[in-house]
């Protein structure tokens, strides 16, 4: 079993910047694909970005590309998501999640290829 706890969201003006991170517990988490997704109100959850287990590829939905960077620490089993030149779109609840199989070098979007996720943090970008 995995847990997975996410901190970093709060209130930023258009253009500022927030750093995201997920905590997740349990020794064989190091080598979990992990995803963040995000949900706006009335929204379907939306893919983020991605990366391997192994750090070494990953993946940003177009909208973020250039502006947001995840990264991963597995010694201390933590996965960030940098986000700079926040836009008022991007508001929503974010969420990371964790597949529990995968090469270390496999990727995964879709929500449903998942096993674990986080209980979300709100992240609110005002114009």
């Known amino acids: 079993q995995v847990q997975l706890v996410e901190s970093g969201g709060g209130l930023v003006q258009a253009g500022g910047s927030l750093r995201l991170s997920c905590a997740a517990s349990g020794r064989t988490a190091r080598r979990y694909p992990m995803g963040w997704f995000r949900q706006a109100p009335g929204t379907e959850r939306e893919f983020v970005a991605v990366?391997?287990?192994?750090?070494?590829?990953?993946y940003y939905t177009d909208s973020v590309k250039g502006r947001f960077t995840i990264s991963r620490d597995n010694a201390k089993n933590l996965v960030s998501l940098q986000m700079n030149s926040l836009k008022p779109e991007d508001t929503a609840i974010y969420s990371c999640?964790?597949?529990?199989?995968?090469?270390?070098?496999?990727?995964?979007?879709?929500?449903?290829?998942?096993?674990?996720w986080g209980q979300g943090t709100q992240v609110t970008v005002s114009s």
């Open positions: 990366i391997s287990w192994s750090g070494s590829i990953t």
């Open positions: 999640a964790a597949k529990n199989s995968g090469t270390p070098f496999q990727i995964f979007r879709r929500p449903t290829e998942y096993d674990y």
